[in-house]
């Protein structure tokens, strides 16, 4: 009995180790997309996908026919606007410079644009993932990539002044 649960568990851990293998450098780069973080200095996004990660693979046996990197996927979008919510007390209309690609959006908008144009979610999909109504993800997909393709004008840098002696 004790070797069975042995080579189960053995089978288990290679099995995810498979599917890791195959799908953190994606799932990562996701995540990396989601933090606004730069793929070189990524510890926010690593965290996510490493928490992801582990609820994954807790509920490895129970996926039975599901797909592991749609639960995964799933996992980190959500821990993502849950830890964007408590982070800022706001979903919507935070925005950092963080340096990464998507910096200027905010946290609403880059999981909209990450998983609708980056992971090819469905409308339908994202809606029901975050509980939003289908024309409202549809609004702000549009919102988030008209943002990216005609950015707000930065300040103008500050010119300084050049001092007069007094005469």
């Known amino acids: ?13 290679r099995d995810f180790e498979a599917f890791v293998a195959g799908a953190a450098g994606r799932l990562l780069h996701a995540a990396t997309l989601l933090t606004a973080e730069t793929p070189d200095d990524n510890p926010r996004a690593r965290r996510l996908l490493t ?14 026919g599901d797909d592991p990197y749609d639960r995964t996927r799933q996992q980190l979008a959500t821990r993502f606007a849950r830890e964007a919510w ?15 690609i998507l910096a200027g959006l905010s946290p609403r908008e880059r999981l909209m644009l990450v998983l609708r144009l980056y992971e090819g979610v469905t409308e339908e999909q994202t809606g029901a993932l975050l509980g939003l ?8 997909c549009a ?20 001092k007069v002696a007094p005469s």
Do not use: C, K
Not at 51 to 64: C, F, I
Not at 86 to 100: K, L, S, V
């Open 1 to 13: 009995m004790r070797e069975r649960h042995a080579s189960q568990e053995a089978r288990r851990a």
């Open 51 to 64: 928490l992801a990660l582990a609820e994954t693979y807790a509920s490895w046996d129970r996926l039975r």
């Open 86 to 100: 408590h982070r800022h007390g706001t979903f919507g209309r935070q925005r950092r410079d963080r340096g990464g």
């Open 133 to 140: 109504p289908t024309e409202r993800v549809r609004a702000i």
């Open 143 to 162: 919102r988030a990539v008209a943002t990216l393709l005609h950015p707000p004008p930065r300040p103008a840098p500050a010119v300084p002044v050049a």
